[in-house]
């Protein structure tokens, strides 16, 4: 339970945000198309009242200010990473309260995310930010499990004192008149699962029976609250796309027909090796199927590759590109590198794309 001081500053913050949390945008593009550019239509994004396949990264840590902020990865030269970017790329990123939370204050400062914004505009490029994740990294650590998606996310409290609902109340009252933003995503690679008794690792987890009923019931509810504040961009789904609980196999459709959904997602981490990326009937195949039925583009948000110790940059930007080729070819409505970092650990085998490699021209061959 909360304590009463916290109860009250998070009533403060909520009321003093609905009158003036919204910004002015930054200059960027014209006027006319200062907000809402992006769209979602059955076979795909439009942008601008074009179409657009959007290719980029994941770049978790943007808002990430050590003089601020408890941060989550290194600090990015915002200014230095959009400059490189081509025209109509997508960079997804952590849009978590954690970053607006001054580290040693405990008050709320944008600023860091403020600079996010401000430079996505001076580069007019665009961004995904995602709002929470599900697995509580770089937040606080806590696993979101069935509870959270009940009635947890309006009434548990998370970083700042804050409950998601007031977060995202918070954020895209602020923000959403930006015109860098494609769409909102709730969570990052949501699951209704049920923690074990000692702990809330992925071996002690169980699936409860109404897990699929959970997760749709969320999308529905916690997406009509998102579009109090932005009646019109797209939200993303987030989802993994393969067995996870309340998402395997017909599970992933029937959370997706949510009308709090209107891009649904893949993570890809298998197709390096293993082209259908998924166990069947969960795999990307099968995703593409159940997208097409209900009318819902749906973009690979993650593509991880590991390099480094185990394999060189270059061969890792070759399977990217033969990857995305494979994916454009299926239907794939846009797809997203996991992820850039400005510190990549070469002497490693991660994850990590850095500001030098290859894998960047594989972006600027693909955005389109």
């Not at 609902?165 to 959403?176: K, L, N």
Request: aromatic fraction near 8%.
């Amino acid at each position: 339970m909360r304590a009463v001081g916290v109860i009250l500053t998070a009533i403060v913050v909520v009321l003093s945000c609905v009158a003036g949390c919204a910004r002015t945008p930054a200059p960027g593009p014209s006027e006319s198309t200062l907000s809402h550019r992006a769209s979602a239509t059955p076979t795909g994004l439009l942008l601008d009242g074009k179409p657009w396949w959007p290719a980029g990264f994941n770049a978790y840590q943007l808002s990430t200010d050590w003089s601020i902020n408890r941060g989550c990865g290194a600090q990015v030269d915002v200014d230095e990473y959009f400059d490189k970017l081509p025209p109509r790329a997508l960079t997804r990123f952590n849009l978590y309260s954690v970053f607006a939370v001054d580290k040693r204050s405990g008050l709320l400062d944008f600023g860091p995310i403020d600079r996010v914004f401000e430079a996505a505009a001076r580069h007019q490029q665009m961004v995904l930010p995602v709002l929470t994740g599900g697995s509580g990294d770089c937040e606080d650590e806590r696993f979101k499990d069935r509870d959270f998606y009940v009635d947890g996310w309006q009434g548990e409290e998370i970083v700042g004192g804050l409950t998601f609902a007031e977060w995202v109340e918070i954020a895209v009252t602020r923000w959403h008149d930006e015109p860098s933003i494609a769409g909102w995503e709730l969570v990052g690679e949501p699951e209704a699962s049920e923690c074990g008794a000692t702990s809330c690792d992925w071996r002690a987890r169980s699936c409860p029976d109404d897990a699929t009923v959970v997760l749709r019931s969320f999308f529905d509810r916690a997406g009509a609250h998102l579009r109090t504040f932005d009646s019109d961009r797209p939200i993303f789904a987030g989802l993994v796309g393969g067995d996870q609980c309340g998402l395997a196999g017909p599970g992933y459709a029937e959370v997706g027909r949510s009308t709090g959904v209107d891009v649904l997602d893949f993570h890809d981490y298998r197709s390096d090796v293993d082209p259908e990326s998924g166990p069947a009937g969960s795999n990307l195949r099968a995703r593409l199927e159940q997208a097409r039925d209900l009318g819902k583009p749906l973009v690979v948000n993650e593509i991880g590759i590991r390099a480094g110790s185990c394999r060189s940059v270059a061969d890792r930007a070759g399977q990217f590109e033969s990857i995305i080729a494979r994916h454009r070819a299926a239907g794939v409505a846009g797809a997203l590198l996991w992820s850039f970092v400005p510190d990549p650990r070469g002497t490693e085998c991660t994850y990590d794309i850095g500001p030098n490699d290859p894998a960047w021209n594989v972006v600027r061959e693909n955005t389109s």
